[in-house]
Structures are given as C-alpha cells and as structure tokens.
C-alpha cells in the first residue's frame, strides 16, 4: 500500500511563510527555533506579554501557550508537534532516526522531558530564586537529580556525543534549552543546587549541544538576568498568598 501523500500546497521541501510566536524566554518556543535554525528555514517571530495575551493569540492556541508555528497562516501549536511538522515539511537533515522504534524511543524520552525534567527544573529554579531552605529545598533538588541520573544513564547506554547516539536530533533540540537554563540556575544557589557535577555524561552532552551553532543562535538575549527574575517574581507571589 503507497505511504500517504502530503496534501497540495504541504509538499515536503517547499518552502513556507513561518512564523513562530513566543514568549521571549520560553524554553519550549526555543526548542522551535532550535529546529528551525538547524534546518536553515527562513521565519519570522513574534513576541508576546504571557501576562497579557492578546485576542489574537488565543484564538489560535486553545491552550493559550506559547509556542504556536504559523504555516502559511495555519497554527500549529505544541512544540514537540511543531518540531515533528518542520522535520517532515523539511527533511534535511534529518533530526529523527529513519526507523520506527528508533523515533517512538526518541518521542519517549522528549515526552520524560515534558512530564519530568522541565517540572523538576522549574520547581527547583523557583526554589533556588526564592531563597528557599530545608526540604523546601531539598525535595525539588532531589527530583531533579533522579531526573539527571536517568539521563546520565541513558547517555551511556548511547554513546553519545548526542543522545541517540552520533546524530543530532529532535531529542538533543529539546533538551539544550533546559541544560543551558540549569547551568545558569546552579550559580543562583549555594553548593547544594549543583547538582551537574556528579552526571560527567551530561555534563558533555550539555557542552556539546550549548556549542552547537544552532543551539547558540537560539538563546535569548539576557537570559541569566531574564529568568531570574521571572522565578524571583513568582516566589515572592506565591509567598504573598
């Protein structure tokens, strides 16, 4: 039976008006321009206040999140869909392994990080940002650190230098954003939140993703400064009742 074809005026390779609207340091819309960056794809973005969410927006994302990909006008929003659509809409490079199991293992672990690591990431980063001490403290570092030595573990089973192995992929664009955000969370805090030192897998995973050139293209401008003052804002209201 002949694989599908794409519908007319979505053919693989053609080029599209792209444009990626994002919260300025959302790590889920970096992931997007990660990818877009990596296959060279011409787009636009557009910035928006999460705090003030124009009509416009939530009109096209129903979960009213950021990021949303205009494809000729049409939203496409989720960044782990979006980032599937750009790699089928533009094959070279390929991100995703050819094989099935290859890519349901690859969507296995972007959903971990999903579910896992980027809900670890901002409950320890608030913790840290807010002052926070004891097992206010400790328990999200320790969630994180499980996390991490999940990860750790996985990467050996690879080989690295990228996560499924030899070749950049879906998998590596949406970790970077985390890994470069941590490195800067872990200087906010004292020597407990350093938690990268003990995974030296990660640590190079890290090192060779943040010196990729799309990865570097990719992060926002004053970034340290940005995100520590947006878990800084949210401590302070979350302690305000």
């Avoid at 490195?183 to 010196?211: K, Q």
Wanted: glycine share 6%; net charge positive; aromatic share 8%.
């Amino acid at each position: 039976m002949p694989a599908p074809r794409p519908a007319a005026g979505y053919r693989r390779g053609v080029a599209h008006r792209l444009k990626l609207v994002s919260f300025d340091i959302c790590p889920y819309v970096e992931r997007s321009r990660i990818v877009l960056l990596e296959k060279r794809l011409p787009h636009e973005v557009t910035f928006i206040e999460l705090s003030n969410k124009p009509a416009w927006f939530l009109e096209i994302s129903p979960m009213g999140r950021v990021p949303v990909l205009l494809v000729d006008d049409r939203p496409v929003f989720e960044s782990m869909v979006i980032n599937e659509l750009l790699n089928e809409l533009q094959p070279e490079p390929p991100l995703f392994p050819a094989d099935p199991i290859g890519r349901a293992e690859g969507r296995g672990w972007i959903v971990f990080a999903n579910d896992v690591v980027m809900p670890a990431n901002a409950a320890a980063a608030l913790a840290i940002a807010g002052g926070s001490t004891g097992e206010a403290l400790a328990k999200p570092l320790a969630a994180l650190r499980d996390a991490l030595d999940k990860l750790d573990r996985q990467l050996a089973r690879r080989g690295g230098p990228f996560f499924l192995g030899r070749e950049f992929s879906l998998v590596d664009a949406t970790y970077a954003p985390f890994l470069r955000r941590w490195r800067l969370a872990e200087t906010w805090g004292g020597p407990e939140a350093r938690l990268l030192a003990s995974f030296p897998r990660v640590v190079a995973w890290s090192e060779t993703l943040l010196g990729r050139p799309s990865v570097a293209a990719a992060e926002p401008a004053e970034l340290d400064a940005k995100s520590r003052r947006f878990y800084r804002d949210r401590a302070a209201r979350a302690r305000a009742g």
